[in-house]
């Protein structure tokens, strides 16, 4: 397979970092990407998959080669009246998925609208909002296994999905995704108990397509679009703490915003503890806080991978010099 050399990657990722990639390509099927990864195997050339360059901070120079995956496709297998399996190919646009299931009448994506991304980066960090995880609907990912170089199909229960975290960010290198299979369902409940989209549903009677237009104003209303102000969503995880510690944060800091977790512990808004360490719309030259929500980091004039790095460990020890807090990075640094 013939690759391009020295690609500009700046358009190609959402904080818009320039980046340039030594060797990259586009695939569009499983044996195109086979014969990419055979062809890097043979040149020792490490891989790097790029998505919809939502959740990555690129170098300057990736040594290597880039795979685009550009695999699409949309297959519907009904599973019974009133449920059905979407079986969608990892290069397909996410939030375009998300339409194309509200369309077919189908529920369970709602909430998790507009996330910017690829179908086939959905499960790496099992992307969640509003109450709602990919996990919640995921039946199974196809992946191209780098070792045996064979098409595999594995199961939600062996992906060890939680909180932006899989099996996938366990073992990075493995495993490639081709497609991933969600079951969703005419008629499952929706769910509007996240604060945000309980208000702006408030009174209406209401069907899934005005949950995933709530969820929208509600993202539009705080989360800059990356195309105006360059940015990678959340840049820190929400924090998880044990009760303990919530209760030696709340008699310091009564209005510390927290709700409860899996096994006994309790989540920080890691928003909140950045605004509150005096960072919100903070700027520098090159990079910065946005001003709406302190957890997402900008890209406002040309900054680096370093310069972005830089920023995030200020924030880090600020935070953890305040609330004795640490703020765990969600973006990919490669
Ligand atoms: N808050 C502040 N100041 C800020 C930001 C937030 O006080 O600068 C407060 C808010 O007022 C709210 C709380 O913190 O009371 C939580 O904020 P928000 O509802 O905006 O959600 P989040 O916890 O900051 C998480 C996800 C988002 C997802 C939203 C909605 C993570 C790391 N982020 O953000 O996901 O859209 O919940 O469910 O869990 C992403 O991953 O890129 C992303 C945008």
Redesign the pocket.
Known sequence: MLFKTNVDLTALNTMAISSIAAKYCEVESLEQLKSAVISAQQQNLSIFILGGG??VILPVIIEGLVIQIAIKGRKITKVNDHVADFQIGAGENWHELVLFSLSKGYRGLE?LSL??GTVGAAPI?N?????VEVKDSLITVNVLDLESLEEISLHNKDLNLG??SSLFKEKPGKYIVTSVTLRLDKETDLKTN???LTNRLQGNAFNECDVSNAVIE??NS??PDYKVIPN???????PIVSAEKLNTLTTQFPNI?HYPAANSKF?L????L???AGW?GYSNKEVGV?K?????LINHNNGSGADILSLAKEIQKSVNDKFCVELEI?SVFI
């Open positions: 939502s959740n909430n996330i910017p960090q992307i969640g909002a509003y109450g909180y932006r996240y604060g945000d509600a993202r705080k989360l990678a969503g959340s840049f820190f995880k929400n915003i989540k808004a890691a928003g909140w950045i605004q509150e919100k946005h709406n929500q302190a957890l997402v969600e």
